[in-house]
């Protein structure tokens, strides 16, 4: 019988644990719904506003008139922000993340690293405890943004990226995050934040021949800042979204695994219990023959 009661109880565990993933999943579908609305409405101006931005750049004299788009042929200090999510329990969304970033930074810029010239910074506690798990120290974290994410607190990060590169402090800003395609698919981007990347055909694909109006300061104070903030915004919805996909997709999964294995718990305490039912009816039968 002792062996019926540890089945029973690792029925009625995985029945409490299935009732979590189910609820989980509920929750996540209905902030799913709200994180898709909102980065399906940002990507088309978003997208514009990034041909916008290639254009005009593409368009300016100098490094001077458009000093986000400075390209500095000498590289020694760059950031790279990782956007990930503040919970776990959806997949592999964070750590393919983590990896991606490690995979930049070794691949690509491993001579930075031993004199500092690599600073992480994270958009999630998780992307800071897998950096905290593989020695790399962290610069700092915008963890609090998913508290109130709105365009005019993710602008003020994507200004604090922007005043350091037109500063000298970095050379290169890298964002890294999952681009939102449906619940159940995410694309994992390497972006290059700044300096702005222009079209590598600018006969095809740029067009150059513009009137500023007002005039070109306005263009550069004004335009241009906007157009990489709302870039900047449009990454952390894209993460936000496939967050809330995975973790969907993640429970639903937990809780058709947890499904599987009550029902074959059950059927497994059924024979047990069948089987001790048979073995006294048998011990019954026994003694009764001996008598």
Known sequence: ?????????????????????SAMKMVSAAKFK??????????????KMHEILANLSASLDSAEDNPFAAQRTVVNKIAVVLVSSNRGLCGAFNSNVGKKALDLVEGNYAHLVPRGGVHFYSIGKKAADLLKHRKYPLESNFNYLYEDLTYSNVSKVAEFFMQKFVAGEYDRVFLIYNQFKSAASQILQVEQF????????????VQSDYIFEPDKDFIIQELIPKSLKTQFFKAVLDSNASEHGSRMIAMHKATDNATDLQRSLKLTYNKARQAAITKEILEVVGGADAL
């Open 1 to 21: 019988m002792a062996n019926l009661k540890e089945i029973r109880v690792r029925i009625a565990s995985v029945g409490s644990t299935m009732q979590i993933t």
């Open 34 to 47: 709200k994180a898709q609305d909102a980065i399906v409405q940002l990507r088309p101006y978003a997208q």
């Open 194 to 205: 700044l300096p702005v990347v222009l079209p590598a055909d600018n006969n095809s694909k």
